[in-house]
């Protein structure tokens, strides 16, 4: 990855850290794996996620309630990794 590339993913995990394990290891896996080969409206929309308060992030990436139409197909990229 290039340096601009580099600094972005950076912020992103620093983003990513929410303070509980459970998010933090949500939100990681989908960095490690799948932030490289996501094209740019995928990491937009995870960018965007981000920014959304924990406890509706907890309860869209465990299924609790559905999420914004918006988020919909990041949430499953990243729920299908948790059972992988």
Known sequence: MN????ARLGRLR?????GTRELDRLL???LDRRYAQADETR???F????????????DWLTGHL???????AIVDEIR???RV
């Open 47 to 58: 960018d965007a996620l981000l920014g959304e308060s924990d406890p509706d992030l907890w």
């Open 66 to 72: 559905d999420p914004p139409p918006r988020y919909a």
């Open 3 to 6: 340096g601009s590339v580099d």
């Open 28 to 30: 990681g896996a989908w």
């Open 43 to 45: 990491r937009a929309g």
């Open 14 to 18: 620093w983003r990513a850290r929410r």
């Open 80 to 82: 299908a990794l948790d």
